[in-house]
């Protein structure tokens, strides 16, 4: 979890099991679990698209200055 000047309100850092290796909004790591993913540019697109500032799969910032 974020300390509390860096917090994230997106609930997969709550959940004991999220289904992404990494939160949408921060890029933090919530679930180590699951592997880290080799991502194409049609994903990171789709990401983009729906205002992602993370890339779930792998991290990857993919918005600026959000």
């Known amino acids: 979890m974020l300390a509390r000047e860096n917090y994230c309100p997106n609930f997969n850092h709550g959940r004991e099991n ?11 790591v919530v679930n180590e679990d699951i592997p880290i993913r080799k ?10 698209r729906e205002r992602d ?8 910032q993919l918005m600026r200055g959000m």
Do not use: L
């Not at 999220?18 to 933090?28: T, Y």
């Not at 991502?39 to 983009?48: I, L, Q, T, V, Y």
């Not at 500032?53 to 990857?60: K, R, T």
């Open 18 to 28: 999220a289904p992404v290796r990494f939160c949408p909004k921060c890029g933090e």
């Open 39 to 48: 991502c194409n540019k049609e994903e990171h697109a789709k990401s983009r």
């Open 53 to 60: 500032p993370y890339c779930v799969n792998c991290g990857e």
